[in-house]
């Protein structure tokens, strides 16, 4: 079910920065985990950030220092900013929601099958 339209990929050189953003995300539920997930070439499709509600938020080693999750209020899109962008990161991107239950928390980690909520994706392609 698609519900949230990705924006702001694009081709950058290594080293360079996009901002992607996740609109349509702004009705989702009151209690949420959104994500974003990547999903490269013939790979699995994996989370890279999630942010909650409470704006706790988690990412994968590989981004950690290099891309910041954000979202201001349950009002807003969802952001994606990263830096220092590297050949690896090289991937389609996807944002994603769920319902979290109470005390629980959202992990980058947690499977695409978790998620009801998705976006159709916007490529990003980092050349060395």
């Known amino acids: 079910q698609v519900q949230f339209q990705e924006s702001g990929g694009g081709s950058v050189e290594a080293g360079g920065s996009l901002r992607l953003s996740c609109a349509g995300s702004?009705?989702?539920?009151?209690?949420?985990?959104m994500t974003w997930f990547r999903q490269g070439p013939g790979k699995e499709r994996v989370g890279v950030a999630s942010i909650g509600d409470n704006s706790i938020t988690s990412y994968t080693d590989s981004v950690k220092g290099r891309f910041i999750i954000s979202r201001h209020n349950a009002k807003s899109p969802l952001w994606l900013q990263m830096n220092n962008l590297q050949p690896e990161d090289t991937a389609m991107y996807f944002c994603?929601?769920?319902?979290?239950?109470?005390?629980?928390?959202?992990?980058?980690?947690?499977?695409?099958?978790?998620?009801?909520?998705w976006g159709q994706g916007t490529q990003v392609t980092v050349s060395s």
């Open positions: 994603a929601a769920r319902e979290r239950r109470l005390y629980e928390g959202c992990e980058w980690s947690a499977p695409a099958s978790a998620y009801t909520l």
């Open positions: 702004e009705s989702t539920y009151s209690r949420y985990c």
